[in-house]
């Protein structure tokens, strides 16, 4: 059984800062690629992040410059640092991971959700 667990949500005023996390426990030989997505209120999810194994990442031009994604492969754990929030960020953010539970050839990777952290941007 795998695991990802997000935290570090919350309210935060505009202009502010958070600092998310994403863990990953269980069964876990690898990590490949993790990305950050977030759906608000009324709207469809939408990737504001992600990262690969090499640590090459990609963001949408709604974040570039805003957020940055980082992972600590010792930890099994993916950052996301959110600076200048803005309300539109506002949004549950899920943690995606594709894991190999095996180190068995040929390797199988499973994609893996998060249960969600809220981030609310309001003064």
């Known amino acids: 059984q795998v695991q990802l667990v997000e935290s570090g949500g919350g309210l935060v005023q505009p202009g502010g800062s958070l600092r998310l996390s994403c863990a990953a426990s269980?069964?876990?030989?690898?990590?490949?690629?993790v990305a950050w997505y977030r759906r608000a209120p009324g709207k469809q999810r939408e990737l504001v992040a992600s990262?690969?194994?090499?640590?090459?990442?990609h963001y949408p031009d709604s974040v570039k410059g805003r957020f940055t994604i980082s992972r600590d492969n010792a930890k099994n754990t993916v950052y996301l640092e959110m600076n200048t929030l803005k309300p539109e960020d506002t949004a549950v953010y899920y943690c995606n991971a594709d894991i190999s539970s095996s180190q068995a050839m040929p390797i199988v990777w499973r994609g893996y959700w998060g249960q969600g952290t809220q981030v609310t941007v309001s003064s």
């Open positions: 990262i690969t194994s090499g640590s090459s990442t």
């Open positions: 269980g069964s876990i030989f690898s990590i490949n690629a």
